[in-house]
């Protein structure tokens, strides 16, 4: 008998591609150390991770650091966007900044939505449902075209990006309006914003995105990194570490070199860290932070993702917009949420006799997947599921009615939290 895995549901095998091509770490090293792990952490959905650690570490030390994402206002809002909603949510809980971009621009842009659509639906869609989710004040929501930051910082990240890198991401052409090209440099500039001096400067901040999403980190990152003033290097010999700025001002790198006791170069100071403990090391890197900072660099850090994975659309295939059936919108009637569970695709055998004899298939069941992501919060409680359903126990008519339940109770209680929500966008400056 294969082990019971009450999380196999989320399978990793289609991941393991990102692990190995494109350089993601896997979450599970990190698990251990995270105090209250989100729902999504424990039953392993948020499977990777990049520079997780350095949130992580800020976490569990009481330093700075943010979560961030951003919704674009140009359709119903689904339980997939529950999943980052309650992640920014989880790390606000956790002592973090929290910020939530409504991409106006981008749907403007991109889908054709007019300004006013934009502000409806990123209100009615996405900001009452994060704040139902638990989104407290304190958390920065803005629309991109309402934040002079996000659109200056845009523009600069612009002068480090080129066309051909952004064209293999976004499959842009000679036919694509520069508005589509500005919209995905926003993006990048919602991702580095927290980061600014208006929040406080340089921090660890995880984007928490789908598995898909990663080509638009890694452009961020890479935009980062040629946006600030100095690159780190620790030579191969671990013996010296290199500050190079070729644009940055002469006395930036003299200060540098001064507070550091490295040696000045023309594009470079070298500083040896022969003997110096991590914490004396820790400091070179904050002495290039503070001198970038003073002399009008931003000092970025790289930001960091975590990866979840996908729901499997309720009819099996992928969920999409097009296909209502496929996804349930946290707008959705309860009635209509518990109806799209009685047809959606289980993991049961043609037979009741074999479905007795052979049980149930939870990991190929999308009813079981809304209950591992979203409608059972007790461990064991879904343990209990799974076991009757791969020991031949538990019945897909039964099973599809409880989970329909809970769904429509989710709904409905949901729902009505977004009405209280309505009452107090003023609290968020809305
Ligand atoms: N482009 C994203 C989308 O299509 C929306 C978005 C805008 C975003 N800014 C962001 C996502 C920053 C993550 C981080 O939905
Ligand atoms: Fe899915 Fe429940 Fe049927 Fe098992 S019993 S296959 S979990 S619907």
Known sequence: MTTLDPWGAVKIDNYSKLFDEFGISKFDELLEKIKNPHRYMRRHIIFGHRSYDSVLNAMLSGKPFAAMSGFMPSGRAHLGHKMVMEEIIWHQQQGG?????????????????????????????????AIAFGLEPGAHIYFQSGSESVKSLAFELGIKANLSELSAIYGFNGETNIAHMVSALTQSADILNPQSEEFGGPKPVVIPVGADQDPHIRLTRGLAYKTNMFRLLVEETGKEISVRGKAAPKEALKEIAKRTGGTLYEEHVDISILGRTPAEVAEVYSIVQKVELKYGGYAFMPPASTYHKFMTGLQGGKMSSSAPDSYIALTDKPEDGAKKVMRAKTGGRVTVEEQKKLGGEPDKCTVYELLVYHLVEDDNELMEVYKDCVGGTRACGNCKKYTAELMSKFLKDHQEKRELARERLGEFGL
């Open 97 to 129: 900044d929290a910020f939530l971009a409504i991409a106006d621009m981008e749907a403007h842009a991109v889908r054709g939505k007019t300004w006013k659509e934009c502000r409806e639906y990123g209100i009615n869609e996405y900001i009452l449902s």
